[in-house]
């Protein structure tokens, strides 16, 4: 368990918090900035968010740097995103700010790829996320943070860039997901 896995599971911890502060009434008011005015809790809750999002860099950038990528990390970090993003997504539609068709589009990709995974780690592979990959991930990072914090910096516009940012991030999404099963076909296609 060296120091980038323990922050992929400081990672993971964040998002029963994540979810607590969502979910959660505590009535502390609503804050409005820049256009936006989303509820004290939610705004604590995309915080942690976002925070959680940026160990994914933190811990891929200080394990590539220091050689401490392992396949304990290559399982762990991939599982801690989708995990992180499908609860955000998820408590998005609770909240009426995602649309559901959208987010079982994203979460029904991030299912299949690990399933694939699941295929390749049978087969003694443990394949890392690619730079398609971690556009995804970074287009869902920005689209579930804009959905998150009321599209602040954009409300006052006029211009719904947390919509357009979730329909970029689904683009990005479904890409890799082909992009990933392309990739590793032969595995499927050598099934017996």
């Known amino acids: 368990m060296n120091i980038p896995n323990q922050i992929t599971m400081f990672r993971i911890f964040l998002i029963p918090v994540f979810m607590l502060f969502m979910l959660v009434p505590f009535n502390w008011g609503d804050i409005s900035f820049l256009g936006a005015t989303i509820p004290m809790g939610h705004l604590i809750g995309a915080i942690i968010f976002i925070v959680a999002s ?110 357009i940012m979730l329909y970029v991030c689904l683009f990005f999404t479904v890409w890799s997901g082909f992009d990933y099963f392309y990739l590793n076909r032969r595995v499927l296609l050598d099934s017996k």
């Open 54 to 163: 940026i160990t994914d860099f933190i811990d891929g950038y200080y394990a590539r740097k220091h050689n401490l990528v392992t396949n304990m990390g290559k399982f762990l970090d991939p599982l801690a995103d989708k995990l992180l993003v499908s609860a955000a997504l998820i408590i998005l539609v609770q909240l009426g700010s995602a649309p559901a068709w959208v987010v079982i589009l994203i979460i029904s990709r991030e299912f299949a790829v690990t399933g694939l995974r699941l295929i390749l780690a049978n087969e003694g592979e443990v394949v890392a996320a690619n730079q398609l990959g971690k556009i995804k991930m970074w287009t869902q990072i920005i689209a579930v943070s804009s959905l998150l914090l009321g599209n602040v910096f954009f409300e006052m516009f006029h211009i719904p860039f947390d919509m």
